[in-house]
């Protein structure tokens, strides 16, 4: 065993390294007009984590990451990694406040960040000590940049950097609601697991070419689709943004396979005016998730996409992201299912008490894996009430089937008490969406002094579609016992979302309450 093998072990960019050796001449990483081999990747992430360790961050210091899509980002995350820093991605939507809470909190001593966003960036930094603040992609700056430094002569050997399975690798902020964000600590032995895990329930293949568009920022893109690819050996088509236009034209002048979307994205690809104009013949692959996706959309890819199979990807930040999956076969039996746990996970379905409730029953979802977050950075009392029990409580209501196939009723704040009778919103949702007038729906609790909360929808109907109030909810009306019905429907012409893609309802209610 030679010294360098000694260093790191059991980590993400020995795993890169070893991808490295076997597909080296493979493409696997396109992005813009610049198109890296594994070899050439594996190169630029040393000089890269070179240059971060000459700048003075020493391994355990956190550094931030503030940017869109690019192949400096992914370069970024990967020299974090060899260089033994904790990566701390930051959704690039935050204001300077809320960027400024995060590296305050996680204590960074780096940050990068996009050009487009120095404003922000200079306003937040100001109050904090920053060892090193750079760009991603500004090669013409007089200060660091990530990609000038991956494109210069520098070291490209492994930095001597002592690190095993149990390092910290990233710090995962999760969106907070009613508190202020809180991060999960995820370390290399357990994004690696999760990495395995979904290689085999997703079926990722080293010969698929794979399109990448969600923001790298979240989870699910970063380490259920874009690390498990790049660890098997495939190509990575990579975009900045999932504008429909570019998706739809990037499937068929790539010829791609695989390709992950929230519900939104999909929703929005399939109302795009070009989408049967566009060869999808290729596409095989259409994992969703980050939300539910409603069954009438469901049915409707099945129907414009002939032959592609389906996976319904549930999970959380705080598990890597991935827990369970319903495959494409398993979609005929149970298209509104969230599948059964991948082969890193357990999974209960659990009462106030930590009992196991029947099948059939709502209780609350909890977990057990090695794909699990060690705790919550600098929040014990967070953690230890996320695992009373020594299960992870994951704030999801479900049940469980017979077979043991998971079903999501909702985020437990997202459950409406209607006159003292718990409401799904989702239910309300799934109905609203089988009538054909509607493209995208909302369904949130308003206070109300009679009903407790009142049932209210938001609805952005199809382009060219017409349908009034009181239709909705008559349609509403004959699918559903009469308390479920929403007791106003509002009509909008786009709902609030993250650059993830999630609808966020918080906006919606502060809007209604205004």
Same mark, same amino acid.
């Given at each position: 065993?030679?010294?360098?093998?000694?260093?790191?072990?059991?980590?993400?960019?020995?795993?890169?390294?070893?991808?490295?050796?076997?597909?080296?001449?493979?493409?696997?990483?396109?992005?813009?007009?610049?198109?890296?081999?594994?070899?050439?990747?594996?190169?630029?992430?040393?000089?890269?984590?070179?240059?971060?360790?000459?700048?003075?961050?020493?391994?355990?210091?956190?550094?931030?990451?503030?940017?869109?899509?690019?192949?400096?980002?992914?370069?970024?995350?990967?020299?974090?990694?060899?260089?033994?820093?904790?990566?701390?991605?930051?959704?690039?939507?935050?204001?300077?406040?809320?960027?400024?809470?995060?590296?305050?909190?996680?204590?960074?001593?780096?940050?990068?960040?996009?050009?487009?966003?120095?404003?922000?960036?200079?306003?937040?930094?100001?109050?904090?000590?920053?060892?090193?603040?750079?760009?991603?992609?500004?090669?013409?700056?007089?200060?660091?940049?990530?990609?000038?430094?991956?494109?210069?002569?520098?070291?490209?050997?492994?930095?001597?950097?002592?690190?095993?399975?149990?390092?910290?690798?990233?710090?995962?902020?999760?969106?907070?609601?009613?508190?202020?964000?809180?991060?999960?600590?995820?370390?290399?032995?357990?994004?690696?697991?999760?990495?395995?895990?979904?290689?085999?329930?997703?079926?990722?293949?080293?010969?698929?070419?794979?399109?990448?568009?969600?923001?790298?920022?979240?989870?699910?893109?970063?380490?259920?689709?874009?690390?498990?690819?790049?660890?098997?050996?495939?190509?990575?088509?990579?975009?900045?943004?999932?504008?429909?236009?570019?998706?739809?034209?990037?499937?068929?002048?790539?010829?791609?396979?695989?390709?992950?979307?929230?519900?939104?994205?999909?929703?929005?690809?399939?109302?795009?005016?070009?989408?049967?104009?566009?060869?999808?013949?290729?596409?095989?692959?259409?994992?969703?998730?980050?939300?539910?996706?409603?069954?009438?959309?469901?049915?409707?890819?099945?129907?414009?996409?002939?032959?592609?199979?389906?996976?319904?990807?549930?999970?959380?930040?705080?598990?890597?992201?991935?827990?369970?999956?319903?495959?494409?076969?398993?979609?005929?039996?149970?298209?509104?299912?969230?599948?059964?746990?991948?082969?890193?996970?357990?999974?209960?379905?659990?009462?106030?008490?930590?009992?196991?409730?029947?099948?059939?029953?709502?209780?609350?979802?909890?977990?057990?894996?090695?794909?699990?977050?060690?705790?919550?950075?600098?929040?014990?009392?967070?953690?230890?009430?996320?695992?009373?029990?020594?299960?992870?409580?994951?704030?999801?209501?479900?049940?469980?089937?017979?077979?043991?196939?998971?079903?999501?009723?909702?985020?437990?704040?997202?459950?409406?008490?209607?006159?003292?009778?718990?409401?799904?919103?989702?239910?309300?949702?799934? %109905? =609203?969406?089988?009538?054909?007038? *509607? &493209? /995208?729906? $909302?369904? !949130?609790?308003?206070?109300? @002094?009679?009903?407790?909360?009142?049932?209210?929808?938001?609805? %952005? =109907?199809?382009?060219?579609?017409? *349908? &009034? /109030?009181? $239709?909705? !909810?008559?349609?509403?009306? @004959?699918?559903?016992?009469?308390?479920?019905?929403?007791?106003?429907?509002?009509?909008?012409?786009?709902?609030?979302?993250?650059? $993830?893609?999630?609808?966020?309802?918080?906006?919606?209610?502060?809007?209604?309450?205004?």
């Amino acid at each position: 065993m030679t010294m360098q093998s000694r260093i790191q072990q059991h980590t993400i960019g020995a795993a890169l390294a070893r991808s490295a050796r076997k597909n080296g001449s493979r493409l696997a990483l396109a992005f813009a007009d610049r198109r890296w081999s594994y070899a050439e990747l594996d190169r630029a992430v040393n000089r890269v984590a070179h240059a971060l360790i000459g700048a003075g961050l020493t391994p355990g210091d956190r550094l931030a990451v503030y940017g869109k899509n690019s192949d400096a980002y992914v370069i970024a995350w990967l020299a974090a990694t060899r260089a033994g820093l904790v990566h701390v991605p930051i959704n690039f939507a935050l204001s300077s406040e809320e960027l400024s809470y995060i590296l305050e909190q996680s204590g960074a001593s780096g940050l990068l960040s996009d050009l487009s966003l120095a404003d922000k960036v200079e306003s937040a930094s100001s109050a904090v000590d920053l060892t090193l603040s750079g760009t991603l992609h500004a090669p013409q700056s007089d200060g660091f940049d990530v990609l000038k430094a991956a494109l210069a002569e520098g070291d490209d050997t492994e930095p001597a950097v002592e690190l095993d399975g149990q390092s910290l690798a990233q710090l995962l902020y999760t969106s907070g609601t009613t508190a202020a964000p809180k991060a999960a600590m995820m370390t290399h032995q357990a994004l690696l697991a999760e990495y395995m895990a979904c290689m085999v329930e997703l079926d990722i293949k080293a010969d698929e070419p794979m399109l990448a568009a969600l923001p790298l920022y979240h989870s699910a893109q970063m380490h259920v689709f874009l690390m498990p690819a790049l660890l098997l050996g495939a190509t990575v088509h990579l975009r900045e943004a999932p504008a429909p236009d570019d998706c739809l034209a990037q499937i068929e002048r790539h010829g791609i396979v695989s390709f992950f979307a929230p519900p939104t994205v999909w929703i929005g690809l399939l109302r795009h005016p070009e989408f049967d104009r566009h060869d999808l013949s290729r596409l095989k692959k259409a994992y969703y998730g980050a939300s539910i996706m409603p069954v009438p959309v469901l049915e409707e890819l099945r129907r414009r996409i002939p032959g592609v199979g389906l996976y319904n990807c549930y999970g959380q930040s705080e598990i890597a992201p991935l827990a369970t999956v319903l495959r494409p076969e398993e979609h005929d039996a149970r298209p509104a299912s969230a599948g059964r746990p991948i082969l890193t996970v357990e999974t209960r379905i659990v009462d106030a008490e930590m009992n196991d409730v029947p099948p059939g029953e709502h209780g609350e979802i909890v977990h057990r894996s090695p794909q699990l977050l060690t705790g919550y950075w600098d929040k014990p009392e967070m953690t230890e009430e996320a695992f009373l029990g020594g299960w992870f409580h994951s704030g999801d209501v479900g049940y469980l089937d017979e077979a043991g196939y998971l079903f999501i009723v909702d985020r437990i704040k997202d459950v409406i008490n209607t006159g003292g009778v718990v409401v799904a919103s989702r239910e309300v949702e799934e %109905v =609203l969406f089988q009538h054909p007038a *509607v &493209s /995208e729906v $909302a369904v !949130i609790g308003i206070p109300d @002094e009679k009903w407790i909360e009142a049932i209210t929808a938001v609805v %952005v =109907l199809k382009e060219g579609a017409e *349908v &009034s /109030e009181a $239709a909705l !909810i008559e349609h509403a009306r @004959e699918h559903m016992a009469h308390y479920k019905v929403p007791k106003q429907i509002h009509f909008s012409d786009a709902l609030p979302k993250s650059t $993830a893609g999630k609808i966020l309802k918080r906006h919606l209610r502060k809007e209604l309450q205004a």
